[in-house]
């Protein structure tokens, strides 16, 4: 309905010029192409591309929160995968070591490391070995010569014996 009255609106303007209607429509047509469409199809595509970003930018941001939050549940599981047996993260107790102690563990040098601890103060030693075996990083009573550990697996198996009954044959 507006578009059918502004073209009744130009022809009476065209009728008070005295030109002709076709001339009068021509120009209206003319008019609203160049002037008012572009000014509402630029309003509208900056408008659009106002949303378009913005959601683009939402978008990054909820998938970099997932990102972020992928790689702490992924971090987390990694780290209760390598807890020792006291519940502590060797890499953590590793780190948390005086460095002459790092370098015994590095080098897996056992009488390096009885030389560190003995130079430490005993409270501090102490503390240092209850972490590393609470975490893994120390075994304590292990033996490493293959023949040891035959040795603790025969006193280890079980002893069966034989249930002998008199009714079964």
């Known amino acids: 309905m507006p578009a059918l009255r502004a073209v009744d609106i130009t022809l009476l303007y065209g009728r008070s010029l005295q030109n002709g209607s076709s001339d009068v429509i021509k120009g209206a047509v003319w008019k609203v192409q ?6 509402a199809d630029q309003q509208y595509q900056d408008a659009f591309n106002d949303e378009l970003e913005s959601f683009k930018e939402r978008v990054r941001g909820r998938a970099k929160i997932r990102i972020e939050k992928a790689m702490k549940e992924y971090e987390e599981e990694e780290k209760k995968k390598r807890l020792g047996p006291g519940g502590l993260d060797p890499v953590d107790v590793y780190d ?14 056992i009488q390096m490391l009885q030389d560190a601890i003995s130079k430490m103060d005993p409270t501090e030693a102490k503390y240092h070995m209850k972490r590393c075996i609470d975490s893994g990083l120390w075994v304590p009573n292990s033996r490493t010569d293959d023949d040891g550990e035959k040795e603790e697996e025969k006193e280890e198996e079980p002893q069966y014996e034989e249930l002998k009954t008199g009714d079964a044959q």
Do not use: G, I
């Not at 948390?96 to 040098?109: G, I, R, T």
């Open 96 to 109: 948390s070591l005086p460095s002459e102690m790092q370098k015994c563990f590095d080098e897996k040098d």
């Open 34 to 39: 160049t002037l008012l469409l572009p000014t």
